[in-house]
């Protein structure tokens, strides 16, 4: 529905409070014990299949960590959304071992969880295949984290639904409550908003998505309907709105869902119920001195 251009000022601003909340600088074991001028090189290798994400988020990071002197070979060996098997290095970094150390787990933080969301994505959008139906994110986010993790949606195929409030009016069953109908909420904002802005109605049931039709919806969500009632749904609607199926989402029923004729697919759990996936830093050769940097 929506792609977003990750601002550089925000990406930096989470990245800094990441390593921040980690307390990098005061690394105890590290700098009691590693040597400032020991140069290293380590290997960010995957440990399952999956889809990356979260490569560009780690070269800012190590960046980040690294002293304002220190020059970071930074060699990328996959790209963002590519496809990875176990055993594959990902990255080849060479900088200090402070450096790595004190990258290491927040930068595996951001690849787990970022690959984690981009490969489930994949899953779904693969299983919709062929039948016109995009996934898209919610809000449903780690606090803090929205941007990278809607970053991740996209690296697994799919799309981004509001990145805030401000982004697309989505009248809610609250909202509707408040106003009266969903009449009144509709007509309400499109006196007060501009053309531009779509308007989003949830609906329960099919005298409601009549109703959002019948005032101009831009898109009708058909929230935790039954496959029938979402196939009625779209019929009844006929074009005069986009759709989107909302509601008990999963590997097991995003096709039947997609066969509805629905044009998106919202699923929270891409983001509110993240399994990682398990990737690792490992050193290769070790090498002393900074007269051997590149």
Known sequence: MHTYDIEEENLDRLIDLALDEDGVSHDLATLSIIPREELQTAFITAKADGIISGIEVAHRLIEAVADIDEEVDYEPLVADGDHITKGQDLIRIRCTYRTL?????????????????????????????????????????????????????????????????????????????????????????????????????????????????????????????????????????????????????????????AECGVDYISVGALTHSVRALDISMNFGHKEKGTSDRK
């Open 101 to 257: 150390l004190g990258a290491e787990r927040t930068m595996l933080n951001f690849l787990q969880r970022m690959s984690g969301i981009a490969t489930a994505t994949a899953q779904l959008v693969k299983l919709c295949e062929g039948t016109g139906a995009h996934v898209l994110d919610t809000r449903k986010t780690l606090p803090g984290h929205r941007l990278t993790d809607k970053m991740a949606v996209r690296h697994g195929g799919g799309y981004n639904h509001r990145l805030g409030l401000s982004d697309m009016c989505l009248l809610k069953d609250n909202h509707i409550k408040l106003a009266g109908s969903i009449t009144a909420a509709v007509e309400s904002a499109q006196r007060s908003l501009p053309l531009s802005i779509k308007i989003e109605v949830e609906t329960e049931t099919l005298e409601q998505v009549e109703e959002a039709a019948r005032v101009g919806a831009d898109i009708i969500m058909l929230d935790n309907m039954s496959t029938e009632m979402m196939t009625k749904a779209v019929r009844l609607i006929d074009g005069r709105a986009k759709t989107e199926a909302s509601g008990n989402v999963s590997a097991e029923t995003i096709r039947a869902i």
